[in-house]
C-alpha cells in the first residue's frame, strides 16, 4: 500500500518528538567516558522513506557516534562479500537474551559468537573481511558506510581514543573467539577495526540513509545502488528482530513489532519492510543500553500509522 504523504509523516515525527522531548526516564551510557559528556537534552528525529524523501526533526544536525548501529553494516558487507551463509556458519544467528557485551555470547554453543549484533559476533563480523591489512580492514568499511551514506562521515575522535583506551572487555572477548578458532584475523586489530567503526559519526538522517537500503529490497533509494540481494534482506531483518536490541529485543517486538538496531550512543533505526526508515536519537539510554526517548519517538510513529511487521493488512 501507499506511503503516508510527507507532510504525514514530518507531523508524527513532530508529535512524537514534542510528546517526549520532556521524557526523564535514562541516563547516558558512561562505561565509554566520551558518551557522558555528550548533552543529555540532544533530540532528533529524521525518516527515509523508499522513495527517498528525507523528514527531519529536532536536533537533526548533531553527529553522534553510531555504536552498534555499525554492527548492521558491516554484517551486510559481509554478506554482499561472502554471501549470507558465512554469517550463519562462521558466525550464528541466535539470540543471546544477554547484554551486548555478554561473555556468555561465545560460552552458547560450540565457540562462536551468538549473533553479529553482539560484541562477540559484531567483532568476529569485522574478522571476517577480506583484508591484507588493518589499514585496509578499515579503509574497506569507511568506504562501504560512506557509499551507505552518500557522503563522507568522520570518526569521532575523542569517542574513538575513549573507548579505545577502555575496551579491555572487548579485547578479551576477541582474544577467546580467535583461541578457539572463530575469529579470523589478529585479536586485537579486529577489536580496533571494530572500535573505529563504533565510533562514526552520524546525523539522525545520515544514519537513515545508511539503513535505507533495508528498507528497500536491498536497493538504495537515492543512489539506486544495490547494496544487498533481495532475498539477504529479511535475513538481516530476522536477526535485527531477534538480536538488535539485546535482553531488550523481546519487550521491543512486543511493543512496537518493528525490526531495529541501536546503539549506546542514544542512536536507533528501526525498519519498515518496503515503506522507511525511521531514526531516533538521543542519549540517555535505559538498563539495556537502550535510548529511552528514541524508542518512544519510534513507537509512537510506527502505532500512528499501524506499522508492525506482525500484523501486516
Ligand atoms: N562500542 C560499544 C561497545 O562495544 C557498542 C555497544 C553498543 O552500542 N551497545 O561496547
Redesign the pocket.
Known sequence: DELPTKEALKKAAEEAHAKFKDEKEGKNADY?PALAKVPSELFGIAIVTADGEVIEVGDVDYSFSM??CSKVFTMCMVMEESGAEAIFEKINVEPTGMP??SIKAIEHGDGRADNPLV?AGAIATVSMIKADSPEQRWKKISDYYNLLAGEELKVLEDVYVS?AET?FR?RGIANVLFNSGNLFCDPLEATDVY?RQ?SVGVTTAQLAMMASPLANDGVHPVSKKTFLKEDEVPKVLSIMTMAGFYDGAGQWAWKTGLPAKT???GGIFAIVPGKMVIVAFSPPVDQY?NSVRAQKAIQYIADKFEYNIFDED
Open positions: 565509554i555504536q552498534s551486548f557485551n560484541n573507548e575496551n572487548n572500535t563504533c546503539g549506546v550512543g543500553g
